[in-house]
């Protein structure tokens, strides 16, 4: 267990080491400024004139607004025709078929949203036509549409007055070309080197040491996975995501994936300092958000190391944990690391079985969604951050006496109505989705058979579980659940689509909102907001939160569990 456990240490570590220098070159990406990768600039310049863009104009918070949703429809349109029709389209070596309606509506809006969750199975559901032109390339474009409403925020909140938030389309094209593109391609080929396939032929089949014959699924694997993981994504080449052998053949190849879903976010709260030249303020941020996140990895690890107590009476040894639904080539340590990574942002990739978890590593999975902001997806995590940075500025400027300010911002009645509506509209969606699955289970018992693989609490949890990763644009699932039918998919589309593009909406209209104020120098009075006193209050504030959202249905699911089970 020693290994596991310096394995696990070795991972966190480099993730903090690469983070920070990545974070410094981000901000010269998003500030304009020099870089080793100005070389580009010609081609950069290409596509603003082939698309007809204009690099130079200035949008206020509501033109880049209608930009970013005008091209999400179009995408969405894009893929659920090439879904659709996928049967009749080349790059189709072992003929997979075109998909339903509901499940075409679920798949290209879930990959839409950076969400990616996937009511099919990764090489059956699939050709390798829409593997690259739908999925993969809304990989890229939905994780450069979320830190392009990153840049938009850190230009706001750098201004001291201003009335535009820069260019959509030069934040995008410049996250492409500069950030994810490069990233992709050295992880991809480190994906190469450790055994990742990446072919456009079909299915093989070969002779086991058993004498029988077996089909073994191959295609453009490394690249996609590469992209799935630095983007936030999730999304697997494979039915069972990176538990499988060829998706994440080794070791090496787990750290490489699970190190790369944490990096940019990770980095983009460092870039976050540089741009506005305010390192403490981030450090701060940072401070809290690594906090949870590794005690969620503490708790976690210790879980699954310990084992199910049910198991150990039946007399059954557990020296390595508790490996039921655990990768025996990485062991529970690693997956129990790569369950609080993916559900810490909104990636959703797999290596081992979340149904599978012990109670309290479920629990914790489902509670990192429903928070929402500890690193999260990319850019889009700390804009969520960002809104209960809002409310704890609020909240504290009340118990003080004085008006709320933040960056030389006066924090008003109309923002805060944003902000407490945005926070109050992720438990809503996840709640409400849930009673209402509950309630159709409870009432049609063969529903709930043909839905749920366990009864009782962790059939809820199942349900919980879906409506949470689907809010949180994570992903993942308790995968017990049969989530193929009529109503998961539109109901998890709707999910998708509300829980996206509404905060995003709701953060960059604060932000443009808030530049277009007087700003107000600051002076003794002043709240200061990088300090460790702060940083305290934002996290009471969240946890609060989510305290009283959460904890009542978490009860009822994971925590009735493992009191059951203890």
């Known amino acids: 267990m020693n290994y596991e456990i310096w394995g696990v240490a070795l991972q966190v570590l480099i993730l903090v080491l690469l983070s920070y220098p990545l974070g410094r070159y981000i901000a010269t990406v998003y500030r304009g400024e020099k870089s080793f990768m100005d070389f580009l600039t010609p081609i950069e310049n290409c596509i603003y004139k082939v698309c007809s863009i204009d690099p130079k104009e200035q949008m206020g918070w509501k033109r880049f607004l209608s930009v970013l949703l005008t091209l999400n429809l179009f995408w969405f349109v894009w893929g659920m ?16 078929v075109g998909q339903s309606a509901s499940q075409a509506f679920n798949t290209c809006i879930s990959f839409l949203v950076n969400c990616n969750l996937q009511h099919y199975s990764g090489e059956n559901g699939l050709t390798y036509f829409t593997q690259i032109f739908v999925i993969m390339l809304f990989q890229f474009v939905t994780a450069a549409t979320g830190m392009a409403a990153f840049a938009a925020v850190l230009k706001g909140m750098c201004a001291k007055t201003s ?10 094209i410049r996250t492409l070309t500069r950030i994810l593109i490069p990233l992709s391609m050295v992880v991809g080929m480190l994906l190469i080197v450790g055994g990742t396939p990446m072919t456009l032929e079909g299915k093989q089949t070969i002779t086991t040491l058993e004498g029988t014959e077996q089909v073994i699924s191959q295609g453009p694997v490394a690249a996609i996975v590469a992209i799935k993981q630095l ?5 697997g080449f494979f039915g069972v995501n990176s538990s499988h052998p060829l998706e994440n ?81 990485f062991g529970s340590a690693a997956t ?78 109309k923002e805060m109505k944003i902000a407490i509506m945005i926070a109050l509209l ?13 309630h159709l289970a409870v009432n049609d018992s063969e529903l709930a058979a043909a839905w749920l693989s366990n009864p009782s609490f962790h059939g809820l949890s199942q349900m919980l ?10 992903g993942s699932g308790f995968e017990g659940l049969s989530d193929n039918t009529p109503f998961w998919n539109i109901s998890t589309g709707i999910a998708l689509i509300v829980s996206r593009y509404l905060p995003i909406v709701a953060q960059v209209a604060i932000v443009g909102i808030l530049a277009q104020k007087k700003y107000i120098s600051e002076n003794a009075g002043t709240l200061k907001t990088d300090t460790v006193t702060f940083s305290v209050m934002t996290f009471a504030v969240i946890f609060i939160i989510a305290a009283l959202s959460f904890f009542p249905a978490l009860t009822l699911g994971p925590i009735a569990e493992y009191l059951t089970i203890r």
């Open 465 to 474: 579980y879906e409506f949470t990763s689907s809010a949180a644009n994570n």
């Open 231 to 235: 983007g936030t994504n999730g999304g």
């Open 336 to 413: 129990a690391l790569w369950a609080m990574t993916t559900t810490v942002t909104s990636n959703g990739s797999v290596n081992g079985m979340h149904d599978s978890l012990t109670p309290l590593s479920g629990m914790l999975t489902m509670l990192n969604m429903q928070i929402n902001c500890w690193f999260g997806g990319v850019g889009v995590g700390f804009m969520n951050y960002y809104i209960f940075i809002i409310i704890a500025v609020f909240i504290s400027g009340l118990m003080v006496g004085r008006t709320p300010e933040f960056l030389g911002k006066k924090i008003e009645a």
């Open 81 to 96: 025709v090439l879904v659709f029709i996928q049967g009749f389209l080349p790059l189709n070596p072992d003929g997979n």
């Open 249 to 329: 053949p080794s070791y090496f190849t787990n750290m490489v994936e699970c190190i790369s879903i944490l990096l940019i976010p990770m980095a983009l709260i460092w870039c976050l300092g540089f741009y506005l030249k305010k390192r403490k303020f981030a450090a701060c941020i940072f401070g809290v958000m690594f906090i949870a996140y590794i005690t969620t990895v503490f708790i976690s690890v210790g879980q699954e190391l310990g084992g199910n107590p049910k198991i150990a009476e039946m007399g059954i040894s557990q020296l390595n944990g508790s490996m039921e639904g655990k990768e025996v080539r």
């Open 426 to 438: 992720h438990p809503f969606v996840i709640l409400c989705g849930t009673a209402i699955a509950a």
């Open 163 to 172: 009335t535009t938030l820069g260019n959509f389309w030069v934040y995008l």
